[in-house]
């Protein structure tokens, strides 16, 4: 019984191992029979991305440009400003809600409960920054306002039943 066990397997290794040397002698001619396909799909490809890459790039310039973040905004001199602000359900706590136009002003932004949204829109309702506020942890928002107006401040993130009454200002303007 052994030995027809033995002369079984020595023949299913064989026919194994023929059908490896089978595949590895054919497998040259396939990639003769698909080299030129590949090459087209690989020009296509290459030709493809410079495409995307030719249209996308100057879009994404041209919406960069348009970002808050402006050299002026960096540049701008005078004493940091710091605006300390907790976001709680369903209020924000400031530690104070007036600044300096013109000057910069460090928002450290956290949570005492759950995630919030922290969003500074302008007078014109428009976004010009934002961070999460999460429990344990400080987001800081380097920010200078350029100009005079009331800021306002509105949660962006879901959290709880009050969360559309979540809004407070920030009035930029001389005291």
């Known amino acids: ?11 299913l290794m064989l026919m194994i191992t ?18 030129p396909l590949v090459k087209r799909a690989y020009s296509f490809r290459t030709k493809l991305f410079w495409a995307v890459a030719f249209v996308f790039f100057p ?4 919406n960069l440009m348009s970002l808050p973040y402006s050299p002026k905004a960096a540049a701008s001199s005078g004493p940091t400003q710091v605006i300390n602000v907790t976001g709680h359900m369903w209020y924000w706590e400031m530690d104070r809600d007036q600044v ?19 969003g500074i829109y302008d007078p014109d309702l428009r976004l010009i920054a934002q961070a999460q506020a999460m429990p344990g942890y400080t ?37």
């Open 18 to 35: 023929f059908g490896v040397v089978f595949v590895a002698i054919n497998s040259g001619k396939r990639e003769e029979e698909y080299g």
């Open 1 to 11: 019984m052994q030995e027809t066990a033995w002369q079984v397997s020595l023949v």
């Open 100 to 118: 300096e136009p013109n000057q910069p002003v460090d928002i450290r932004v956290t949570s005492a409960d759950v995630n919030h949204g922290f």
């Open 59 to 62: 879009a994404m310039i041209y």
């Open 139 to 175: 987001n800081v928002i380097h920010i200078t306002f350029p100009k005079e107006g009331t800021y306002r401040v509105l949660c962006m993130e879901y959290c709880g039943v009050a969360h559309h009454n979540m809004m407070t200002e920030i009035k930029v303007g001389k005291s």
